[in-house]
């Protein structure tokens, strides 16, 4: 399977001259989406308004999608939804307060992968369930109870 890959960069650069205050909204949609190094998203949907501080820009929004991820039952490999919420501040350069601060860059434009990647995977649960009524796997052989039954099936392990 090939894996799509975008530009998620966003021009910022006429932000620079306008005042504190100015905002704007952005609307991001993919129906597939790779983003380095590691995370292929299906359905990605992104709405975020980028806000003029004193210290920078300011990003905030909401994030959506459907993420390969593996059953903490039956360990088959699903689609896990995603929906989280994200707020970073990119500093201007001469604003800068720590060394791991995020920096706008030079020639305007700010790559959000980084930030929607480190998002969407804080965003997976914990615990992924492919479905409410997965069986699991039989703890004695490793079958998995989805797709048949095994002489270990026992009533005392119940997911109830």
Known sequence: MEQKRYPLKTNIGYFLGKPIGFEREFHVEYDEIFIQPDLNVFDLVCDYR?????EGL???GTLSGRIEAECGRCLETGLANVDTQFEELFFFPERIRDEGDQVIPEDGYIDLS??????LLLGLPINYVCRADCKGICTECGQNLNLAECEHNSARIRFD
């Not at 980084?114 to 998002?119: A, N």
């Open 50 to 54: 980028i806000s003029r501080t004193q």
């Open 58 to 60: 300011l990003f905030r």
């Open 114 to 119: 980084e930030t929607f990647r480190d998002y």
